[in-house]
């Protein structure tokens, strides 16, 4: 039984960030940890709702209302238990889900909803820092053996649940390192690589082998993999970056990816990578084309790099603050100004403009940005971007960096090696039972394009399951997902 009146005696509060002049001048996490007392009053908040929408907004059915009265009464191991049932790592979710099952939680009907993934992060910091969290390798071998190819949250859970079934699991990544986008993508100012070592000695422990600067299709063939192995996991990302070829100037000098200066800037601050980042931001004037979590990102590194100036650019205008019922009723996934952590450290924000060429400093670099102001359209499914006469103008740019999406997975030797072919939103179809092709299985942002970490851990959970199954494994495992899902609307 919940406390009745929580959320009446509590509001939504959370840990104040480290300050901005701190924060910038390192690479640490902006959240520091809260107290006990904090989060147990976060807990206490929730209703235990007879029907708990936070589950249908959460991909991986995490049983939050059951971790909340765990928290809410002390009980942090079982807490801890709870949470784990439904998710291999929500040290990574905790930190870094954009949390639709907050948008979809009852409370935010009225008021402000339970804060889930802080509570989520914190019961996750006190397993590791209490030891609840140990390996639990299988009491039997099964004797089969499976072949993981990628090392993001879909590739892990899904090695974690296979190992913890009795199969033998090899993870190739082609990275020095082992986690996905998580490990070179994502700075450490959001996650700190830390979280994701100890879990990877979890793994270890529990049997999973790990084989990195293994690039399958070149340095090994997918042949050779299928005749190694009795089953192969395809978890490859969407890492095909979409460019801008047609605007002119895209091949000055000084014009990347967002991708080039995020995995640049992330190996410097490892240790992995020998000197300064390639592209460094710092005394530049930066603009970044995208609104999305990775413009936010190169945003974040690019004040910790000591940019000189920063533009954010975002095609479409500036969403409302609050949910616009009438367009995005709950529980659905809003429309709204998300104002990430990096924002508040400074930086102009610009939205309902576009960039109409990259312009040359007369040597080949570039130099600035000319922009204009746009209004976009869905015409017949298809959107149209208008410029509005007379608005054109130059913002100075030394550096540009497009983050303007991905374009599905890669096209690359391997899917041809395993008979897998990408679909024509550059994504890997799976049947039914997660299957690409005879004895090869997919998930995770190459199967779904690019899209969330919790979205992932779900997935390599459901095709973990199918390939135990496919093994002829013992009983089932657990699976949150048919490959059909898709989200309530989150992406980033
Ligand atoms: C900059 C950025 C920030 C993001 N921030 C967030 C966020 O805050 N919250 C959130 O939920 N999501 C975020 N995302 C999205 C999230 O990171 C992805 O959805 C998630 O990592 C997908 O997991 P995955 O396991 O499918 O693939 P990935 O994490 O992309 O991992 C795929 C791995 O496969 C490896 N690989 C590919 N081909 C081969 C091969 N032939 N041989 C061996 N290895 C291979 C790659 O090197 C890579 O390591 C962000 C994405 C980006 C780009
Ligand atoms: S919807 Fe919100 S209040 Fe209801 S059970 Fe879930 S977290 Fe608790």
Redo the contacts with the bound molecule.
């Keep these: 039984m919940p406390d009745p009146n929580g959320f009446l005696r509590y509001p939504r509060r959370l840990p104040a960030r480290r300050p901005v002049p701190v924060r910038i001048r390192d690479w640490k996490e902006v959240y520091p940890a809260a107290t006990d007392e904090l989060i147990r009053e976060q807990a206490t908040r929730c209703m235990d709702c007879g029907i708990p929408f936070c589950h249908e907004g959460c991909p991986l059915g995490n049983r939050i209302p059951d971790w909340n009265d765990l928290v809410r009464t002390d009980a942090w191991a079982f807490a801890s238990e709870a949470l784990h049932a439904t998710n291999n790592f929500p040290e990574f ?1 905790g930190r ?3 949390a639709p099952c907050e948008a979809a939680c009852v409370l935010g009907i009225g008021s402000d909803p339970v804060a889930i993934k802080q509570v989520e992060v914190e019961i996750s910091n006190r397993a590791f820092a209490r030891g609840y969290v140990r390996p639990r390798p299988a009491p039997e071998r099964s004797g089969r053996s499976v072949a993981v ?8 859970a899904a090695a974690q649940q296979l190992a913890r079934a009795g199969h033998a699991v090899t993870v ?4 020095d390192a082992i ?5 070179y ?2 700075p450490d100012f ?1 996650l700190e690589k830390q979280h994701i070592d100890r879990r990877l000695d979890q793994l270890a422990a529990e049997g999973v082998v790990f084989r990195t600067s ?5 340095d090994v063939t997918g042949e050779q993999l299928r005749a190694d192995h009795d089953a192969v996991l395809l ?5 095909a970056g979409r460019d801008a070829p047609e605007t002119p100037g895209r091949s000055l000098r000084g014009v990347h990816l ?2 080039a200066h ?1 995995v640049a800037a992330n190996r410097a601050v490892s240790g992995r990578a020998a000197g300064p980042p390639a592209i460094d931001a710092a005394g530049r004037h930066v603009v970044i084309i995208g609104g999305g ?2 413009a936010a ?1 190169c945003l974040g590194v690019a004040h910790r790099q000591g940019a000189a100036g920063i533009h954010q650019l975002d095609l479409y205008p500036e969403p409302p603050q609050a949910r616009d019922g009438a367009r995005d009723p709950w529980p659905t996934w809003p429309w709204v100004l998300r104002t990430y952590p990096a924002h508040e450290e400074g930086g102009d924000r610009l939205f309902a403009v576009a960039v109409r060429e990259f312009v040359d400093d007369g040597t080949g670099r570039v130099r600035a940005v000319r922009v204009a102001e746009v209004g976009v359209e869905k015409v017949a499914g298809r959107r149209v971007v208008t410029v509005a006469p007379g608005t054109e103008r130059e913002l100075p740019a030394d550096l540009v960096l497009l ?1 303007i999406g ?1 374009e599905g997975t ?1 096209d ?1 030797p ?1 899917l041809a090696q395993l008979g897998v072919v990408r679909n024509r939103a550059g994504a890997v179809d799976a049947a039914p039972d997660w299957r690409a092709a005879d004895g090869v299985f997919v ?4 199967h779904r394009g ?7 851990i779900a ?2 959970r459901a095709a973990a399951a199918a390939i135990h199954s496919y093994l002829g494994g013992v009983g089932s495992l657990p699976t949150p997902l048919d490959p059909s899902a898709r989200p309530l609307t989150a992406t ?1």
């Design positions: 979710t870094l889900c954009p190819v990628g090392s993001g949250p879909a590739g892990l190739y990544e082609r990275d986690g996905g986008l998580m490990r993508g994502i959001k293994v690039n399958v299709g070149v978890a490859c990302g969407a890492l967002a991708m995020l979590d990775t990102d983050a991905f890669e690359q391997l998930a995770g942002d190459m690019a899209s969330l970490i919790v979205w992932a997935e390599g980033c």
